[in-house]
């Protein structure tokens, strides 16, 4: 889970991780409240592999990455058309099938 909040109302928020978690069943939250250059951490549960959730412990982002990639398409809009090959844009981008190297960004849906 990703929060942000302003450090006046951070007394409070260890609350609202606690109350979130318990309303949806959220095993682990991490959490930062940024004060200009302060940065204090909240962590609450298990990640999972069952381990005691710390400021750095990486979670599986699983099918949020489509919309984290969509968002990224959406910022880039106007340098590329959704027909352009994913290349013009990824030059690094590399396919094991030769087959598909004309992949687009545009879904074929």
């Known amino acids: 889970m990703l929060f942000g909040w302003t450090a006046p109302a951070y007394a ?3 609350e609202l991780i606690d109350d979130y978690r318990s309303v949806y069943g959220t095993p682990g939250i991490a959490a930062a409240v940024i004060d200009g250059s302060s940065v204090e951490t909240i962590v609450r549960g298990r990640d999972g592999d069952d381990n005691a959730v710390a400021p750095r412990t990486p ?4 099918s949020l990455g489509k919309s984290m990639t969509a ?4 910022l880039l809009t106007g340098r590329f058309s959704g027909d352009d090959p994913v290349v013009k844009v990824l030059p690094e981008f590399k396919v ?3 087959r598909y190297t004309k992949i687009t960004v545009r879904s074929s849906s």
């Open 12 to 14: 409070g928020d260890q």
């Open 96 to 98: 094991a099938d030769p």
């Open 71 to 74: 968002t990224a398409i959406v």
């Open 59 to 62: 979670f599986r982002i699983a």
